[in-house]
């Protein structure tokens, strides 16, 4: 009688999808982004936007490369998005009075008024993860951190 002898368990696919952290991140993203969407609905706000408008409830009358530099974007890919929230009557768009080149936004007496109407949705984010808010806090710092070592190597 032969015996068996169990074949060692191969180590995992280093390019196995479910062994990678960009898709773990992607992925979460998309969940967070779905949550967001359903949100913000009511706002008629998309998730870009509510970014754009937090910072803006943060601070108001921001240069665009101001808002740029705390959303890590673009201009190219705010000034869309900064004219979209302009039609909808939420910030102004004005050249800045020290240097024409600069474009300054500014909340609008609407735009201010939606920061009541918004205040709901992070407790709503924060009741739908499930989690405790010192694991969330910790997430937080982790994904920070993650976020500059990365800026760093790049």
Same mark, same amino acid.
Do not use: H, N, Y
């Given at each position: 009688m032969k015996t068996r002898t169990a074949k060692p368990q191969a180590a995992a696919a280093p390019?196995?999808?479910? @062994? @990678?952290l960009c898709f773990a991140l992607y992925s979460t993203g998309l969940a967070m982004t779905k949550l967001y969407r359903k949100l913000l609905a009511g706002l008629e706000l998309t998730y870009p936007q509510y970014l754009v408008?937090? +910072?803006l409830w943060e601070r108001d009358g921001l240069? +665009?490369?101001?808002?740029?530099e705390r959303l $890590?974007?673009?201009s190219a890919t705010? %000034?869309?998005l900064l004219k979209r929230l302009e039609a909808a009557g939420l910030v102004s768009r004005t050249r800045s009075a020290e240097d024409e080149r600069q474009v300054v936004i500014g909340l609008t007496a609407q735009g201010r008024a939606l920061k009541k109407r918004?205040?709901? +949705?992070?407790g709503a +984010? $924060?009741?739908? %993860?499930?989690?405790e808010r010192d694991e969330l806090l910790?997430?937080?710092? @982790?994904?920070e951190s993650l976020r500059e070592r990365l800026a760093d190597s790049a």
């Open positions: 390019l196995g999808l479910d @062994q @990678q408008m937090l +910072v240069a +665009v490369s101001e808002i740029g $890590f974007l673009d705010l %000034t869309p918004a205040a709901a +949705v992070p +984010v $924060f009741c739908a %993860t499930g989690c910790a997430l937080k710092r @982790q994904l």
